[in-house]
T-cell receptor, first 116, second 110 residues
Framework: GAVVSQHPSRVICKSGTSVKIECRSL??????MFWYRQFPKKSLMLMAT?????????EQGVEKDKFLINHASLTLSTLTVTSAHPEDSSFYIC????????????FGEGSRLTVL | TQLLEQSPQFLSIQEGENLTVYCNSS?????LQWYRQEPGEGPVLLVT?????EVKKLKRLTFQFGDARKDSSLHITAAQPGDTGLYLC??????????FGQGTRLTINP
């Protein structure tokens, strides 16, 4: 089956630094990728929709200057948490959709960010 | 505003018992998906239901989509400790956008 990989799986950073998380589709081309945030023991909340070659579409309440999304190729989307603060600590998950697949999304393993 | 209300949010039962998890919304979805998530991992798709009234079975798991495509249920028969996990329902809106319920954290005690 299709595989989506995230890197890093865990990252610890100091407050004020920026952190980049990668989401790769390993065996298919993903025209659309989605970024979610999940707090401990909570559900997934959609942050933004990332479209290859165009600007990401952010959900209401998500700061686009805080969470920079780049989808430069059909197999890679990146989420950069800029000037991270402890409240940005969370589990970030991406999912990807193949343009050749009608409806199924494939999720990455998630990336746990801890901001000290 | 939580578009998908999932209940119960926590459930702890003994091995061998049956259980049902509900997912309700006032909105109509083109389809609804159920996922299972282990700690520290991404969600894994269990099933997608598309047609109102549809019932799908996956071994001891039975999924049902409401006639109006606004609600769904997951029934587990003879639960086993391996069924422990976070179960998430997600409604599919246009362009494959998923709206997740709050999740049900299920614990099956041996």
């Amino acid at each position: 089956g299709a595989v989506v990989s995230q890197h890093p799986s865990r990252v610890i950073c100091k407050s004020g630094t920026s952190v980049k998380i990668e989401c790769r589709s390993l065996d298919f081309q993903a025209t659309t990728m989605f970024w979610y945030r999940q707090f401990p023991k909570k559900s997934l909340m959609l942050m933004a929709t990332s479209n290859e070659g165009s600007k990401a579409t952010y959900e209401q309440g998500v700061e686009k200057d805080k969470f920079l999304i780049n989808h430069a190729s059909l197999t890679l989307s990146t989420l950069t948490v800029t000037s991270a603060h402890p409240e940005d600590s969370s589990f970030y998950i991406c999912s990807a959709s193949s343009h050749a697949n009608t409806g199924e999304l494939f999720f990455g393993e998630g990336s746990r960010l801890t901001v000290l | 505003t939580q578009l998908l209300e999932q209940s119960p949010q926590f459930l702890s039962i003994q091995e061998g018992e049956n259980l049902t998890v509900y997912c309700n919304s006032s909105s109509v979805f083109s389809s609804l998906q159920w996922y299972r998530q282990e700690p520290g991992e991404g969600p894994v798709l269990l099933v997608t239901v598309v047609t109102g009234g549809e019932v799908k079975k996956l071994k001891r798991l039975t999924f049902q989509f409401g006639d109006a495509r606004k609600d769904s249920s997951l029934h587990i028969t003879a639960a086993q400790p391996g069924d422990t996990g976070l179960y998430l329902c997600a409604g599919v809106r246009g362009a494959q956008k998923l709206v997740f319920g709050q999740g049900t954290r299920l614990t099956i005690n041996p």
